[in-house]
């Protein structure tokens, strides 16, 4: 399977007006979902920049006029989503929180990787960690209630992110199959990524939730946990798609979902915020 012929990846720029004062707890006064959006806010700056990096590094390889478009819009949309989680980030540190402390695991990670390892393994940890925001993406998509009682320009900017992460969540990948192809290296890349993303995440939020005096209340953690896995749990129906990504013949667009991107489109198209 392939992607969409006529599937469009442009960047977007829209405008967000995040709280000021920021609110803290902007998620409906919730202090562990708030915080749960947060922690993987941190990733994204450093992230983003390192999977433009990855796809750059074998954009030479490419002759398709229509990929090399797909591989522009890739780069920009994930330009702007550096951008914008930077200001969101901003604001969590004028809040006191330890952003340094925070990112500075995944820097040198980064780092290491970027020094010691091929291109071809940055290129296949892209794909593994775009698979990820890519289902999560879907689900913000597909669930409004994912985001009830958030501040208004908050989830505006979660869905602005969901909305990019699913157009192009093939390109990397598409790119991957054309100058590697190895199933066990990005099966290896998944692994590793969905255990370093699990555990960054969990340590900004406990952060988070450490700095506000709240990390010991148990009944936030009950309520919180069932919210993630609970029998109506956001991320309990992400399994079987998570784990799709291991078989030899998965590509991204067997999770068709191009008429949900296409009517979520008209929120921020009609703003003619498009590049």
Known sequence: ????????????QPEF??????ARHWHGGDAFK???????????????????????AYRDQVSDPQQLAQIRGFIGQEAHHSREH?????ALRGCGYDLDYLERRLKKRLAFVRKHLPPKVHLAATVAVEHLT????????QNPDWLDGADA????LWRWHALEESEHKAVAFDLYQQVCGKVWLRRRAMLQSTFFFTLDTFKGLVHMLRRDGQLWHWRLWRDGLAWLWGHRGILRPLVRAYCDFYR????PWQHDNLQLILERRR???????LN
């Open 153 to 156: 320009q908050m989830a505006r």
């Open 1 to 12: 399977m392939a992607s969409p012929p006529d599937l469009q990846i442009r960047p977007r």
């Open 248 to 251: 030899a013949d998965f590509h």
């Open 134 to 141: 890519a289902i999560m993406a879907d689900a913000i998509l």
């Open 17 to 22: 007006a995040l709280p000021s004062p920021w």
């Open 34 to 56: 708030s915080h749960f959006f947060d922690a993987m806010s941190l990733l994204f700056p450093d992230g983003e920049r390192f999977f433009i990096d990855s796809v750059r």
């Open 267 to 273: 929120e921020f198209d009609a703003e003619g915020v």
């Open 86 to 90: 930077e200001h969101y980030n901003e």
